[in-house]
């Protein structure tokens, strides 16, 4: 359980936590192979696997999360593609309740995010995260991802915050790992990134499979 008396702060990544990672498992791991195989001529299977191979020399950057970047490597317009399946973004169950449970509390809240502006601006258009939000961050705005110590030495310029009265919520491993590193006291995993999907093994930390689990306790 979380001890709230104890929390100030809490920040949220964005997808696969606040909302769910479907939008996004279905534009880079399934929409975009197969138009870049159309675009191509190419067999659907070896555009992704062309694709994906890329995407792991990137892992841990910037450019990963980029879309600018990745336009450029497929020669394809990303920005216009995403909207093409923009009717799957969507606010994880409960996430928007939770948010405002959290504010009538008290709590300063703020969304931390490694998606590029394109992608940021598009989430925005579509759902309304800036109501429920005091603070929104975006990790290119810095020139580091969260992955890096140096965002969090960056966002503690740009935010007011004690690392020690400060919750995050995050569905990458890596990203909780440097944040315990740098100094943050609390941490939980988002075990269903991907609604559709199963449970994933949140390893060291400890488990958030749904919000509504948190909010009695708030």
């Keep these: 359980m979380i001890d709230w008396k104890a929390v100030d702060t809490v920040l949220f990544d964005m997808d696969g936590t606040l909302l769910d990672l479907h939008f996004d498992t279905c534009f880079w791991q399934e929409y975009i192979p197969a138009y870049y195989a159309a675009q191509r001529g190419i067999a659907t299977r070896a555009a992704g696997e062309y694709f994906f191979s890329l995407l792991r020399v990137k892992q841990g950057t910037l450019d990963w999360y980029c ?9 394809l317009d990303l920005s216009q593609l995403q909207q093409t399946v923009s009717h799957k973004i969507r606010f994880r169950p409960f996430a928007q309740e939770f948010l405002q449970a959290l504010q009538s509390a008290g709590k300063q809240v703020v969304l931390v995010t490694n998606s590029s502006r394109a992608g940021l601006d ?3 258009r579509c759902l309304p995260l800036e109501n429920y939000m005091d603070s929104i961050v975006c990790a290119h705005d810095f020139g580091h991802p969260k992955e890096h110590h140096a965002f969090w030495d960056c966002l503690a310029r740009t935010v007011s915050f004690e690392a020690g009265r400060t919750l995050l919520f995050d569905d990458n491993l ?5 944040a315990r590193q740098w100094g943050l006291s609390h941490l939980r995993a988002i075990a269903t990134p991907d609604m559709t999907r199963p449970v994933v093994n949140t390893a060291e930390f400890t488990p958030v499979q749904h919000f509504f689990e948190l909010l009695p306790v708030i």
């Design 174 to 178: 890596s990203v909780l790992r440097m």
């Design 67 to 75: 879309f600018d970047y990745w336009s450029q490597e497929l020669g």
């Design 122 to 124: 598009l989430k925005m």
